[in-house]
């Protein structure tokens, strides 16, 4: 029976309680994808949680799909991402970098000109993707990558997860969820390809373990997590069989020592998805999606998770871990500014205060 604010070390990455804040987007950064002063303010703001999963950030230009999210392949990208990772140690906190490739999510006005867009096999993301402005607009016609481009792709990402080492941070978590590129590869629809990455479960699963391999071996397992969520439709995901193509999954990588595995967990149709991650993975898990503290505690309590993530209530409340400890009330998020900062980059983003400011 683990108490939320009791410590609790999930591969090598130790967390002075089980509070996780979620990884959230928020189109931020500055010129060259780099984070900037109020990046560094609002994640030390966030420093009380367990753990902080950082926003998406791309492996590569090709990797970026969003209006200025933040990247982890250049010089000034790292050094920006140092001043995060010293700001939330100095406060006492951990911090782990979501490394986060769209693949076909993607709007070209929101990347480099030259970037290119690359996913498993050249079928559209249906979605629309908000532009710079913020009006949703179409994704690009996505480029399949040939067989032999795979490798340099995990290339890229392992880059990244050295260049977030570089930085200071705890660790990495991979973003197989949501329809970006691991999960383009997974989902049967997205992934139309004939070589050794596509068709069977075992193909499809491939680009994700070795991805997974490789990171683990270039910087140690414990450091590395990464995120899933079966039967997620966002992003055009509409996967034959999730039970089936993440019962592989977790099997293929269980022996790894993964630091864990971060839940979306929404409904299935079949067995729940945290049971289905329970039944097939070993290690360490995180449970999210609209975890109110009770629903939380009672997670942890019947012992189905080591930790709990939240994402919305972190936006209003940046020290969410205090105000569950001291039983006080939780301001509510303006969704008008979840995303940009619309002229002010701090509005509904670093003004929120603590209780004690
Ligand atoms: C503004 C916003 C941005 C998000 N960006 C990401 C992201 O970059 N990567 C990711 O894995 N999930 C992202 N999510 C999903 C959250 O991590 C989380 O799974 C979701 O909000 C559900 O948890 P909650 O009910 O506690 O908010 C985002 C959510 C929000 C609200």
Redesign the pocket.
């Known amino acids: 029976m683990a108490d939320i604010f009791s410590p609790v070390k999930l591969g090598d990455i130790d967390l002075s309680n089980r509070i996780v804040m ?5 189109d931020r950064a500055g010129p060259g994808d780099v984070p900037n002063d109020v990046m560094v303010d609002y994640y030390r703001q966030r420093a009380g949680a367990g753990l902080i999963v950082t ?2 950030t791309q492996p590569s230009p090709a990797g970026k799909g969003y209006w200025r999210t933040p990247g982890i392949y250049s010089d000034a990208q790292v050094a920006g991402w140092r001043r995060v990772a010293g700001a939330v140690h100095d406060a006492g906190g951990r911090i782990v970098m ?1 490394i ?1 490739h769209v693949g076909r999510a993607a709007v070209q006005a929101n990347k480099d000109a030259d970037a290119e867009t690359v996913a498993p096999s050249a079928i559209a993301c249906p979605d629309r993707i908000a532009g710079p402005d913020g009006v949703p607009v179409d994704t690009v016609l996505p480029r399949a990558l040939a067989t032999e481009e795979i490798v340099q792709v995990v290339v890229e990402y392992v880059a990244a997860a050295r260049n977030a080492m570089a930085a200071g941070m705890d660790g990495i978590e991979l ?1 197989c ?2 329809g970006y590129l691991p999960m383009q590869f997974l989902s049967s629809n997205s992934n139309r390809r004939t070589d050794r990455y596509g068709g069977s479960v075992v193909n499809r699963i491939r680009f994700v373990v070795e991805l997974l391999e490789a990171l683990a071996a270039a910087i140690g397992p414990g450091r590395v997590g990464f ?1 899933i969520c079966p039967g997620v439709s966002f992003n055009g995901m509409d996967d034959a069989n999730p039970h089936e193509t993440h019962a592989a999954l977790l099997r293929a990588v269980d022996g790894l020592g993964l630091a864990y595995c971060h839940l ?1 967990h929404i409904p299935l149709v079949g067995q729940d998805a945290l049971d289905l991650v329970r039944e097939n993975w070993r290690g360490a898990i995180i449970e ?4 109110t503290l009770e629903k939380a505690r009672g997670v942890l309590a019947e012992g189905k998770a080591q930790a709990v ?5 972190f936006i209003a409340n940046p020290d969410l871990a205090d105000r569950f400890r001291r039983g006080a009330a939780l301001a509510k998020g303006e969704r008008a500014h ?2 940009t900062g619309a002229g002010d980059d701090r509005r509904g983003y670093t003004d929120y205060p603590a209780l004690d400011a």
């Open positions: 979620a990884p959230m987007t928020r926003e998406g979501q986060m973003h969820a949501s995120r979306i999210n999606n609209g975890l993530s939240f994402g919305y209530l979840f995303y």
